[in-house]
């Protein structure tokens, strides 16, 4: 089919361009012809734009790659055949180099890397008189380029790094093991600081990188280092002065113009909840605006539930629903959460349960009156009946856009919030031995959960579920030691962040990837047939294999991970 389609296209192609051929090209400029700031600010924007060009399986959103790897989501669809690259993904035995998702991945992360460079190659044209914007124009493709680098490092560790400086034509050349994870994570490092350097506070455009955004992803990046690993990806140091760097690059967000919403829904909901005090870097979806199809949320399309829309891919986990329950002094069950499945009708929940999972027998997104059915779902033997909230949004917003069969939505997608940069420093401040400074950091999310709560009622008035959560008091309900601390910041991390991509790289960060997925695995092995061949290997399912089609295009140049 997909070679039918191929073909299709290339006639189709053919025949238009025969028809059009006296038809001079518009809006085509390569870098040679650029002789202005106009001109080049095009160059910028095409950069930006990368950032929302997804498609339904290449989710930029990350959710195949950071949920459905880890212990947070299924896969979802109609079955394991559905997507069954994604199936191969989440059980990892039968994971492949030759998989077109992976040869996509790689290929569009590096379609972003080099309109980054472009356009940094074009700045280099003009002089601060010419163009008084040039500086900030440099820094913000540097931004842009760094967030890619970052995605691709933690998806594949062995790259190309490539900059500038370097002619398309010579790409091939460069060799994925030149640079260790190390090097490459300082290059992109260098990256984030010179943005963060350069840089304004605030920008006039929304969706343009500033200053915090740039230091976010500064303290992301160092934490991402602090944790060193040998050739076999195991964590065999976690470097001091680096969290010293991820403490002091989180300060400067911390201390800026940012804050937690006081109501954890808000960050999740369209309209003039969108780009709010907790959202500091975000990906701006539009419908309608002159531009193809618009830009519109594609990557996500296929986690729309099946009872508003289609496909119901990214199912949350049992062990996700399960990790929300508390105990009567309303504490995560750290050790133990895993033990029995999650009943609403007798146990204490967190809040963000019913921010993030829906479930049959409970609203939808805040609408009392819209309850979800077992109908919502494609595969219920296979992959239950629990559907991912966040990146999704009510069928009656004007944001939710039917492109058949598929639909999508306009809704903000934030890349980093400030939630996201308290957590990096709490756990920089743990693993320093500091468990006490980062005390105040994690119960503040606790808080603000305890206190989103109003939007989480029935059709009668009442509450949704029975919710009870509790910050940490040491002596009281806690022993605050750093054992302890590192405990609870990783659990909050779990509930705080809960699909939105993060979780396979917290457990790649942490080297417990094959601990946690294997024990996982174990779990669901009895009542899930999509684990009953499930494996995480350690030392080889860390990262993704090298695209075999990249290995093919390298002319062999490039070196294969361990294992495959």
């Known amino acids: 089919m997909k070679r039918y389609f191929l073909i299709v296209i290339w006639i189709t192609t053919m025949v238009s361009c025969s028809k059009s051929l006296e038809v001079g090209p518009r809006g085509a400029l390569n870098e040679d012809q650029v002789s202005n700031p106009e001109q080049a600010e095009g160059f910028v924007i095409a950069a930006y734009s990368q950032l929302g060009n997804d498609e339904i399986n290449r989710a930029f959103s990350m959710y195949q790659y950071g949920n459905v790897r880890a212990d947070d989501a299924y896969k979802g669809g109609g079955g394991i055949n559905d997507g069954d690259i994604f199936h191969f993904m989440e059980t990892f035995v039968t994971s492949r180099p030759d998989q077109w998702n992976y040869d996509d991945m790689w290929f569009n992360i590096y379609v972003g890397i080099r309109r980054a460079n472009e356009g940094l190659r074009i700045m280099q044209k003009f002089t601060q008189e010419e163009y008084p914007m ?88 160092r934490l991402f280092q602090a944790y060193e690993q040998d050739d076999t990806h195991a964590v065999v140091n976690i470097n001091q002065s680096r969290l010293e760097e991820v403490i002091a690059a989180a300060d400067q967000v911390l201390a800026a113009n940012y804050d937690l919403e006081p109501d954890f829904a808000n960050n999740f909901l369209p309209g003039n909840y969108e780009n709010g005090m907790e959202s500091i870097m975000a990906v701006q979806f539009s419908s309608n605006d002159g531009v193809g199809r618009g830009r519109v949320n594609f990557g996500d399309m296929l986690t729309v539930p099946q009872g508003i829309g289609c496909c119901d891919f990214q199912k949350p986990s049992q062990s996700l629903m399960n990790a929300y329950r508390t105990n009567e002094a309303g504490i995560p069950l750290w050790d133990t959460y895993n033990q029995q499945d999650i009943n609403f009708a007798q146990h204490t929940v967190d809040p963000r349960v019913d921010h993030t999972i829906s479930r049959p027998g409970a609203p939808w997104k805040y609408e009392p009156e819209r309850v979800v059915t077992n109908g919502w779902s494609r595969a219920v033997s296979i992959y239950g009946t629990y559907n991912s909230m966040k990146e999704n ?109 993060e979780r396979f790289f917290d457990l790649l960060r942490w080297g417990v990837a094959d601990q946690e997925l294997n024990a996982y695995f174990n779990v669901e092995r009895p009542n899930r047939s999509i684990y009953q061949q499930a494996r995480f290997t350690k030392g080889k399912d860390e990262y993704l294999p090298i695209p075999q089609n990249q290995i093919f295009w390298s002319e062999n140049r490039y070196v294969q991970n361990p294992g495959y």
């Open 393 to 501: 949004v009510s069928p009656d917003c004007d944001c939710f856009i039917n492109i058949a069969p598929f639909f999508g939505n306009t809704k903000t997608r934030i890349l980093m919030r400030y939630a996201n940069v308290m957590l990096f420093k709490a756990e920089a401040l743990i693993e320093l031995g500091r468990q006490d400074e980062a005390l105040p950091l994690i119960n503040a999310l606790r808080s603000r959960a305890a206190n989103s709560t109003d939007r989480l009622v029935t059709a009668d008035g009442q509450p949704t579920s029975q919710y009870s959560v509790e910050v940490y008091l040491p002596g009281d309900n806690i022993v605050w030691n750093q054992e302890n601390a590192r405990k609870a910041l990783r659990f909050e991390r779990r509930l705080e962040m809960a699909l939105e991509g």
């Open 134 to 221: 040039v500086n900030v124009r440099m820094a913000e493709l540097r931004f842009l380029r760094a967030y890619w680098y970052l995605m691709l490092e933690n998806l594949f560790k062995n790259i190309p790094y490539i900059d500038e400086n370097l002619p398309a034509e010579e790409y091939k050349l460069v060799l994925n093991n030149e640079f260790s994870r190390d090097e490459i994570l300082e290059r992109i490092a260098a990256d984030f600081a010179f943005a963060a350097e350069t840089l304004p506070a605030v920008q006039e455009q929304v969706g343009r990188a500033n200053r915090y955004a740039a230091y976010a992803f500064l303290a992301k990046t």
